[in-house]
């Protein structure tokens, strides 16, 4: 899908200047901090925060993504940083595909309305329940992320219980962030991690910067990189899992139409997106290649992880990474505490319905971080059946249903985008299937 959208106070026209929608759509793409993702989370904060300055949700994935990429490249080898490039082609030309269907009627404003406009009421539907589950599933990629760096951070800490029970390592952590994270679930006006989210912007530099600082330390003491553990030419067993965590670096297209709508001259939107991938690109790449240079086949599936204990430059990137979870959780549950709520009969809405609700799915997915620890797997799966269905399949399926049965596919564009939805489908289906099955192996 981390990404930070920065919509500002808009303008007497509410539209936004072509840099700043440059600075929007990098941040989307990039990933300081969930795809990610989503256009509900867009239109939320939105409506929070009054048109200034926010950074919802919606690209927190993204900025996960940015951990996980080093882990990609080790699963995949050096020769799947083309697929790398291949992915991030795929993403813009679909994202180009997303503007067409803008276009196609001055009414749509958000990534639903795509939906609507091509299939109808169900489009929509369906859209909503892709987004909301990996909405869910990000939510407990944070507790995983906050558990695993925190015991990074305090190793050994433990907590004794009642009866000779006790809490220790990554499940204190989890339980320790969780209850951090709860009363803010619990807040009427969210404007206010809107604004703390902005740190998003900080970690991603953060991090890279750390990863350089650490290359640069090693050569300087004549260490071998590599971290011990060799690198790969290509690993083809790895490539499935590769693939789908860099699905997760290109996730912005759920909030794709939000700048688009946010722009004074759309027709720059083309060139917008054309900037913002090969920034967002080299960023990423970077980083894959600084983590993998320096722990090869040892990097882990959140590159923080594998920073020396004790340095400085570690402590940074961590500090500045665990800010983001705990500012954009209660952003990242609303759409789903709001659909939950929509179900319900009107003489039973209220705050304590709203709190109630928050609190059973801060509850459950503090369960399901404690139960299935795997951080890498679980991008994994969001890159390969969520980001996919987001950033592939929905957009072409689409624009071939707004356009086609007026003509306007030609032969060459219809052949080229089933090519793009028949690897898409592939990715999204072994994918899949290896992250499950990897999940299930676990146990």
């Not at 790969?232 to 700048?259: D, E, I, K, M």
């Not at 790449?285 to 590159?303: C, F, I, K, R």
């Not at 592939?426 to 146990?443: D, E």
């Amino acid at each position: 899908m981390e990404a930070q959208l920065l919509i500002p106070r808009r303008d007497s026209a509410g539209t936004t200047c072509f840099s700043r929608s440059c600075l929007n759509l990098s941040n989307v793409i990039s990933g300081t901090y969930p795809t990610y993702i989503i256009t509900f989370i867009i239109e939320f904060a939105i409506c929070i925060t009054n048109y200034r300055w926010i950074w919802p949700s919606s690209s927190s994935i993204a900025g996960i993504g940015m951990l996980s990429v080093p882990y990609a490249l080790s699963q995949g080898g050096w020769l799947s940083l083309a697929l790398f490039a291949a992915v991030g082609a795929v993403c813009y030309y679909t994202g180009g595909l997303i503007d067409r269907c803008m276009r196609a009627d001055d009414s749509v404003r958000g990534y639903p309305d795509i939906g609507h406009l091509a299939f109808g009421p169900r489009g929509r539907r369906a859209i909503g329940g892709v987004m909301c589950v990996e909405l869910y599933l990000v939510a407990i990629s944070f507790l995983i992320l906050e558990g695993d760096n925190l015991d990074k951070l305090f190793p050994g800490a433990r907590l004794g219980l009642a009866a000779g029970y006790h809490v220790e390592g990554k499940e204190l952590f989890v339980l320790v962030a969780a209850a951090v994270i709860l009363p803010t679930t619990w807040l009427k006006d969210l404007s206010v991690l809107a604004y703390v989210s902005a740190v998003g912007l900080v970690s991603s530099a953060a991090l890279t910067a750390s990863l350089a600082w650490a290359a640069i330390a090693e050569a300087q003491k004549g260490s071998n990189l590599k971290g011990g553990g060799g690198s790969a030419l290509l690993n083809l067993s790895g490539l499935p899992t590769s693939l789908s965590l860099f699905f997760v670096c290109f996730s912005g297209h759920g909030v794709f139409p939000t700048v688009y709508s946010s722009m004074k001259k759309k027709k720059d939107f083309p060139k917008v997106l054309l900037i913002s991938s090969v920034l967002c690109s080299l960023n990423y790449a970077l980083t894959a290649v600084l983590g993998y240079l320096l722990y090869g086949a040892d990097v882990q599936p959140q590159v923080t992880l594998n920073l020396p204990t004790g340095k400085t430059y570690t402590k940074v990137a961590i500090l500045t990474t665990l800010i983001n979870p705990l500012a954009k959780y209660a952003l990242v549950i609303q759409p789903i505490v709001e659909a939950i709520e929509a179900k319900l009969p009107l003489a039973k809405r209220g705050m304590t319905s709203r709190v109630l609700i928050n609190t059973a799915i801060v509850v459950s997915t503090v369960v399901a971080a404690s139960t299935l620890p795997f951080f890498g797997v679980i991008m994994s799966f969001i890159g390969s059946s969520l980001n996919v269905s987001v950033a592939v399949l929905f957009p072409c399926l689409s624009y071939l249903k707004i356009y086609s049965p007026g003509g306007g596919v030609r032969r060459f564009e219809f052949a080229v985008i089933i090519g793009v939805l028949v690897l898409g489908a592939c990715v999204a289906v072994v994918g899949t299937y290896n992250s499950l099955h990897q999940i299930i192996a676990s146990f």
